[in-house]
């Protein structure tokens, strides 16, 4: 049985996304981290009283055969940090979903709990950090700590366009893929909202190259969606544009 502390290292000995998903959710590598979603979890808000938080670090969801990858930041101290499922139970993924809902690639625009029904097709979500962060905010550290499981999921997943919402997950996502090999274009590509970039690999067994889309999409939090930031026909208008590339009607 891999220790829990150092579950990251054991990210590529992972043989499926199952077992990917079982070594995140074992994880305890941040002492910062499992400290402060282990207190969230033993202090739930009012509106939350009663229920069981995960209290975990936070597998990625959807299938393994995504075309697209969505790549947020980490997850919400009272979203999925308590319901166990990425962008489940909390206002950003209210809007992600109902997005995700209109392009036909969820089964539902709502997203309360980890048991609601809710299903992906052609896209799975994930995130650079697995783990809620005080404020929001994880280390560079806790980010190269998680760095091997994003690294994996790229690895397990073979997506076609990795949907980047934020600069956080755009500079995390750009590190794990120049880690595992990946050629960044130079000058390096910026986060923009609706940016895009190409990266590419040569596999060193096969010859074979491969070659995966970024756009980037400011993310879905309450601070730009309320404010005019990032709106539903902008999230759109990135989530159509990565079907596109892939070829999904």
């Excluded at 996304?17 to 207190?39: K, N, T």
């Excluded at 009663?50 to 393994?64: E, I, L, M």
């Excluded at 980890?114 to 697995?130: F, K, N, Q, Y």
């Excluded at 990946?182 to 070659?211: N, Y």
């Amino acid at each position: 049985m891999t220790d829990p502390t150092r579950a990251p290292s054991a990210a590529r000995s992972a043989g499926t996304l199952g077992d990917l998903d079982a070594l995140v959710g074992s994880c305890r590598a941040c002492p910062r981290l499992v400290a402060w979603r282990e207190e969230v979890a033993a202090n739930p808000r009012a509106s939350f009283a009663g229920q069981t938080y995960w209290g975990r670090a936070v597998p990625g969801f959807g299938p393994a055969d995504a075309r697209i990858l969505v790549v947020g930041l980490a997850p919400a101290a009272h979203g999925a940090n308590r319901t166990g499922r990425m962008f489940t139970g909390d206002r950003s993924g209210d809007v992600l979903f109902a997005a995700l809902h209109r392009a036909g690639l969820a089964s539902q625009p709502h997203a309360v709990s980890a048991d609601d029904g809710l299903t992906l097709s052609g896209i799975r979500i994930t995130a650079p950090v697995h783990c809620a962060p005080p404020a929001n905010k994880p280390t560079p550290g806790e980010r190269d700590t998680c760095a091997p499981f994003l690294q994996r999921e790229l690895e397990l997943v073979h997506p076609q366009v990795a949907m980047v919402l934020g600069a956080f997950g755009w500079q995390a996502l750009l590190a794990s893929l120049a880690a595992s090999g990946w050629s960044i274009p130079r000058p390096r590509p910026k986060f923009g909202h609706g940016a895009e970039a190409v990266v590419s690999r040569v596999d060193p067994d096969t010859g074979g190259r491969s070659e995966l889309i970024l756009l980037g999409c400011y993310h879905v939090s309450q601070q730009n969606t309320f404010t005019g930031t990032l709106t539903p026909d902008m999230l759109d208008a990135v989530i159509g544009r990565a079907k596109a590339l892939v070829g999904l009607p």
